[in-house]
């Protein structure tokens, strides 16, 4: 079964405390990002990567770090998280093939920063 | 001016109307357009993709695509209540057929009434 996984699901921390949120694919997608969802400004992208150790910024960089070792991997690193970063947030992967557009989101991760 | 725009809503059809759903955008550079649903709770999922100007269409989805007035819209023809979601407009910004960096308007609520 094609799928994007998250981890953790719901995170907890403090101020400062880094850590770090996993996402896997399973499709052998080149494309993978990182997204973040919050009440009244909608979906922003963090980061994305094209290929393996392709990244780039994406609207909402800052504060957040992202690698790409191999191709199903693409975890979030936040080295010094703050309250403002307090949101839900989504990792995909995308496929463009043959004129079709494949696209996966991971099941979202919640994170509170106190 | 926000890079992509859309009326948050809600949006309510009667069942079995045409929903209709727009977005406008101000990079004028832009190629890729793409329409997301989400359920409340839920991660996005793609519907629909669109590249050229001019209507494409998929089962009961059309999107439609007029560059010069910088306007992409989707259309569900014989709304179900089942429907009922937001629909997330995205705008590539790099201008090319592949996915970069993606600007995501705000969502429009949907309300298929019965």
């Known amino acids: 079964e094609a799928q994007v996984t998250q981890n953790p699901r719901y995170l907890i921390t403090v101020t400062g405390k880094k850590l770090t949120v996993t996402c896997s694919q399973n499709?052998?997608?080149?494309?993978m990002s990182w997204y973040r969802q919050d009440p009244g400004l909608g979906l922003r992208q963090i980061y994305y990567?094209?290929?393996?150790?392709?990244?780039d910024k994406g609207d909402v960089p800052e504060g957040y770090k992202v690698s790409r070792k191999e191709k199903r991997n693409f975890p979030l690193i936040l080295e010094s998280p703050s309250p403002n970063q307090t949101s839900l947030y989504f990792c995909?992967?995308?496929?463009?093939?043959?004129?079709?557009?494949?696209?996966?989101f991971g099941p979202g991760t919640r994170l509170t920063v106190l | 001016q926000k890079e992509v725009e859309q009326n948050s809503g809600p949006l309510s059809v009667p069942e079995g109307a045409i929903a209709s759903l727009n977005c406008t955008y101000s990079?004028?550079?832009?190629?890729?357009f793409f329409w997301y649903r989400q359920y409340s709770g839920k991660s996005p999922e793609l519907i629909m993709s669109?590249?050229?100007?001019g209507d494409k269409e998929d089962g009961r989805f059309t999107a439609q695509l007029n560059k010069a007035s910088q306007y992409v819209s989707l259309l569900i023809r014989d709304s179900q209540p089942s429907d009922s979601a937001t629909y997330l407009c995205?705008?590539?910004?790099?201008?090319?057929?592949?996915?970069?960096?993606?600007?995501f308007g705000q969502g429009t609520t949907l309300q298929v009434k019965p």
């Open positions: 995909a992967s995308y496929l463009r093939a043959s004129g079709t557009d494949t696209q996966y």
């Open positions: 499709m052998n997608h080149e494309y």
């Open positions: 990567s094209m290929n393996v150790e392709v990244t």
């Open positions: 990079d004028r550079g832009s190629q890729s």
């Open positions: 669109i590249y050229s100007n």
């Open positions: 995205a705008v590539n910004k790099l201008g090319s057929s592949n996915t970069g960096k993606l600007i």
